[in-house]
């Protein structure tokens, strides 16, 4: 069974750092390009980042480049999300989610981030 | 970017009702669009990706069509289950964007 366990979450100060972990298990992780997606709450859904299966590779939309790193251990079946100079509108649910043939099949439970002094 | 305009914000069915969603891109995405239900707490599940191919589990009253800018992502016989949030996903270019979102209710 595929699991997606998000965790690292919690209320931080505008303009700290935060990390997120998620934790994958029930595939071969390696195989599979990985991304976070966000929802503020009450609002729709935004992709955060993308990563490629060996790491080399990534993406991010303009509202998160330059503050989010998105990152992966293989070895250990994990992806990562470093959030710096974090702003109020950062503000979120944040999931884990799966690639497959580009969209995402399987997301994991979520993770909520309080930005807020 | 390319914008999703999605339609109704809202929907209010019965059940047994056929309600349809529509999405459109603000260019071409060549058939890249994938239908998410979310229920309150949860997160999203993908119920069909690329226009029309159903998700394994998906349920056969869920139908997707379209193509070009136009798409729309149909419930035939709504069952209580269904009463959801449903977003559409545009993935032929980065950044990847979703519809606003669609509710759907019970009537």
């Known amino acids: 069974e595929v699991q997606l366990v998000e965790s690292g979450g919690g209320l931080v100060q505008p303009g700290r750092s935060l990390k997120l972990s998620c934790a994958a298990s029930?595939?071969?992780?390696?195989?599979?390009?990985m991304a976070w997606v966000r929802q503020a709450p009450k609002k729709g859904l935004e992709w955060v980042a993308t990563?490629?299966?060996?790491?080399?590779?990534?993406y991010y939309p303009d509202s998160v480049k330059g503050r989010f790193t998105i990152s992966r251990d293989n070895a250990k079946s994990s992806l990562y999300l470093q959030m710096n100079s974090l702003k109020s509108e950062d503000t979120a649910t944040y999931y884990c989610?799966?690639?497959?043939?580009?969209?995402?099949?399987?997301w994991g439970q979520g993770v909520m981030v309080t930005v807020s002094s | 970017d390319i914008q999703m305009t999605q339609s109704p914000p809202s929907l209010s069915a019965s059940l047994g009702d056929k309600v349809t969603i529509t999405c459109q891109a603000s260019?071409?995405?060549?058939?890249?669009i994938a239908w998410y239900q979310q229920k309150p707490g949860k997160a999203p599940r993908l119920l069909i990706r690329?226009?029309?191919t159903l998700e394994s589990g998906t349920p056969s009253r869920f139908s997707g069509s379209g193509s070009g800018r136009d798409y729309s992502f149909s419930i035939s016989n709504v069952e209580s289950e269904d009463i959801a949030s449903y977003y559409c996903?545009?993935?032929?270019?980065?950044?990847?964007?979703f519809g606003a979102g669609t509710k759907l209710e019970l009537k």
């Open positions: 989610a799966r690639h497959e043939t580009g969209s995402w099949d399987y």
């Open positions: 029930g595939f071969t992780f390696s195989n599979y390009y």
């Open positions: 990563i490629s299966t060996s790491g080399s590779r990534t």
């Open positions: 260019q071409n995405i060549n058939k890249y």
């Open positions: 690329y226009t029309s």
């Open positions: 996903l545009q993935y032929d270019n980065l950044p990847y964007t």
